[in-house]
């Protein structure tokens, strides 16, 4: 059984960086493309930043551009996303997924497997 789960999540000021690690179980396969996606209260939840695994090409939303960095370790399993210049905006619930076949990895529901979710607040 697939599992995802998230940790490195915090309270930070403005300005302030961040490391979210997500470590991945359960298959012996690789993942086609893992990402993040956050949820803030009262907000749709959104992509964050999507990796491909086999080319490692990257995708980041515009609002996280060039303060993201999405990396993966595939000896240790574990997909990491490097925040920095945190920004208010940025407090949300921080999800990692995944997707075990070729496709496309920018809605929701194009992934399959999800962790339970880490929590960042970013403080002015």
């Known amino acids: 059984q697939v599992q995802l789960v998230e940790s490195g999540g915090g309270s930070v000021q403005a300005g302030g960086s961040l490391r979210l690690s997500c470590a991945a179980s359960?298959?012996?396969?690789?993942?086609?493309?893992m990402g993040w996606f956050r949820q803030a209260p009262g907000k749709e939840r959104e992509r964050v930043a999507v990796?491909?695994?086999?080319?490692?090409?990257?995708y980041y939303d515009d609002s996280v551009k060039g303060r993201f960095t999405i990396s993966q370790d595939n000896a240790k399993n574990t997909l990491y996303l490097q925040m920095n210049s945190l920004k208010p905006e940025d407090t949300a619930m921080y999800y990692c997924?995944?997707?075990?076949?070729?496709?496309?990895?920018?809605?929701?529901?194009?992934?399959?497997?999800w962790g339970q979710g880490t929590q960042v607040t970013v403080s002015s």
């Open positions: 997924a995944a997707r075990p076949t070729s496709g496309l990895c920018i809605f929701e529901y194009q992934l399959n497997y």
């Open positions: 990796i491909y695994t086999g080319a490692g090409s990257t």
């Open positions: 359960g298959y012996t396969y690789s993942m086609y493309c």
